[in-house]
Nanobody, 124 residues
């Protein structure tokens, strides 16, 4: 059974950066496409970015294009989300999720495995 653990969240000032990590155990991460999602208080969970299982294809929500970068290291069984130029509206709990597929998507409902989330707060 695949298990995912996010880390790297925290409090950062507007314009700052954070790098989130999603570490996998219990299975080989290279079998899975990975997505990053976020949920702010009172809002629905939304897709942020995703990456195909070989890392060859990525997708970003319009709100984070040019600021966030997703990457993966299948040897380390870890996926990363580098977040730059953070804005207060990026404040949310960030989750990584996995689906056993070649193709990645920002569709939240089709992911099978989820981490517990990590809080990101952007505030001065």
């Amino acid at each position: 059974q695949l298990q995912l653990v996010e880390s790297g969240g925290g409090l950062v000032q507007p314009g700052g950066s954070l790098r989130l990590s999603c570490a996998a155990s219990g299975s080989t991460l290279s079998y899975y496409a990975i997505g990053w999602f976020r949920q702010a208080p009172g809002k629905e969970r939304e897709g942020v970015s995703c990456i195909s299982r070989d890392g060859g294809n990525t997708e970003y929500a319009d709100s984070v294009k040019g600021r966030f970068t997703i990457s993966r290291d299948n040897v380390k069984n870890t996926v990363y989300l580098q977040m730059n130029s953070l804005k207060p509206e990026d404040t949310a709990i960030y989750y990584c999720a996995a689906r056993r597929s070649i193709i990645a998507t920002l569709n939240v409902v089709i992911y099978d495995y989820w981490g517990q989330g990590t809080q990101v707060t952007v505030s001065s």
